[in-house]
Nanobody
Framework: QVQLVESGGGLVQAGGSLRLSCAAS????????MGWFRQVPGKERDLVAA????????YYTDSVTGRFTISRDNAKNTVYLQMNSLKPEDTGVYYC?????????????????WGQGTQVTVSS
């Protein structure tokens, strides 16, 4: 079992930066691939970035490549999403999620555990 708590969301102007954190509890965090998803009203949750169990492998959706960086610190049971050069279209609720897999998962149903979400709003 893994419990996830996100923090770091907020309101920022376009071009600004935010760093999201996801604190995990549970013995399996260090062996779990993790992901950050974004959801806007009326739409499904979309994968933004993912990272494998060790942090050696990462995935980004095209729209954030070069601007966002996912990382993890297994000693602190925390995964991060550094978001730079933010755009209004990055606005949404960001969810941290964990899978039982070691390797990166890119499909929403492969993630078994979810945080409560944190709102990110980018103003133009």
């Amino acid at each position: 079992q893994v419990q996830l708590v996100e923090s770091g969301g907020g309101l920022v102007q376009a071009g600004g930066s935010l760093r999201l954190s996801c604190a995990a509890s549970g013995r399996t965090f260090s062996s779990s691939a993790m992901g950050w998803f974004r959801q806007v009203p009326g739409k499904e949750r979309d994968l933004v970035a993912a990272i494998n169990w060790s942090g050696a492998s990462t995935y980004y959706t095209d729209s954030v490549t070069g601007r966002f960086t996912i990382s993890r610190d297994n000693a602190k049971n925390t995964v991060y999403l550094q978001m730079n050069s933010l755009k209004p279209e990055d606005t949404g609720v960001y969810y941290c999620a964990a899978t039982r897999r070691y390797s990166i998962a890119t499909v929403v149903h492969e993630y078994e555990y979810w945080g409560q979400g944190t709102q990110v709003t980018v103003s133009s």
